[in-house]
């Protein structure tokens, strides 16, 4: 299956609320015009990760399940 790489210039991101001024550990997602979301680290762009809207929301709702770590979520 082949996926073409969408065109990032001119998407919106979005930074984590839990980001806050201290310049820790944040990502920014961008939702795509063909429901996929694209995902970065805040502090030091690069590479992007494209996710399907369902991986994206199924991530987003282990992480609230705190599926990932103790509580406050992944890596706690």
Request: charged fraction near 15%; proline fraction near 7%; avoid cysteine.
């Given at each position: 299956m082949s996926v073409s790489s969408?065109?990032?210039s001119q998407v919106k991101w979005y930074k984590s609320?839990?980001?806050g001024g201290n310049?820790?550990?944040c990502v920014e997602v961008a939702g795509l015009a063909d429901g996929r979301v694209a995902v970065r680290d805040s502090k030091?762009?690069?590479p992007v990760v494209i996710?399907?809207?369902a991986c994206w929301s199924s991530f987003l709702n282990g992480v609230k399940q705190e599926r990932f770590g103790g509580e406050g979520g992944v890596g706690s």
């Open positions: 969408p065109d990032l609320s839990y980001s310049g820790g550990s030091n762009i690069g996710l399907r809207g």
